[in-house]
């Protein structure tokens, strides 16, 4: 059984934002140590050449995992968060996945791509990041942590279909949904977002 996590890690969606979490960040009660992640080239995170596919955004969340570790993802993050997960089972304590888009076949669970509007509004983002897809379905029982879903009743880009999903797949997951709310529901509604994850890193 892994550790209580001594560290937080935090992970955007396609914004890139190290900003997107902190709102719930900072009102844990967790005592662990919060890392909040960006991807380079997206948001305020500089551009890395040596970054140049999905993988390298994976290697650099495993490469935080140097200690019991509990991963909060956002979006297009819960897919790093999952892959990172696959790798070091050993120490990732525990996920918390929001309105994740992506590790499945999200068009047939009713999901809207958000893939179009984002490059053409994001001219800067690297193609292998717009064009990315992998289906983890057939690997999400590995997952043994326990994982909170949280999910918007209003979200056309992962609607709750897929968090429903998720949760029937995932071994020790439990899925929390919230009525009315949208995509960005893990910062908008921090207030309620965080005491449900101060419990859920409280399970072991």
Same mark, same amino acid.
């Given at each position: 059984m892994t550790p209580p996590p001594s560290k937080l890690l935090f992970l955007p969606g396609a914004s890139g934002s190290t900003q997107f979490w902190r709102p719930t960040a900072d009102l844990l009660t967790h005592p662990a140590r919060k890392v909040h992640i960006g991807w380079p080239g997206l948001g305020s995170t500089p551009a890395d050449p040596s970054v140049t596919g999905f993988a390298d955004l994976v290697a650099r969340v495993v490469a935080e995992i140097d200690q019991p570790a509990a991963l909060?993802? =956002? #979006?297009? /993050? *819960?897919?790093? !968060?999952? &892959? !990172? +997960? &696959?790798?070091?089972?050993? =120490? @990732? #304590?525990? &996920? @918390?996945? +929001? +309105?994740? #888009? /992506? /590790?499945? $076949?999200? +068009? #047939? &669970? *009713? !999901? =809207? $791509?958000w893939r179009p509007l984002f490059a053409a509004e994001n001219r800067t983002v690297p193609q292998w990041f717009i064009e990315y897809h992998e289906d983890l379905t057939h690997r999400l029982a590995e997952l043994r942590m326990p994982v909170l879903l949280l999910w918007g009743d209003a979200d056309p880009i992962s609607p709750v279909g897929v968090g429903q999903r998720l949760a029937a797949l995932l071994p020790r997951a439990e899925l929390h949904v919230f009525p009315g709310a949208g995509h960005r529901l893990a910062k908008n509604l921090a207030a309620q977002v965080a005491p449900l994850i101060d419990r859920h890193l409280a399970r072991s």
């Open positions: 909060m993802a =956002q #979006s297009m /993050g *819960g897919v790093v !968060a999952m &892959l !990172a +997960a &696959l790798e070091r089972p050993e =120490q @990732v #304590s525990h &996920l @918390v996945l +929001a +309105a994740t #888009s /992506g /590790g499945m $076949d999200m +068009a #047939s &669970l *009713g !999901a =809207q $791509d």
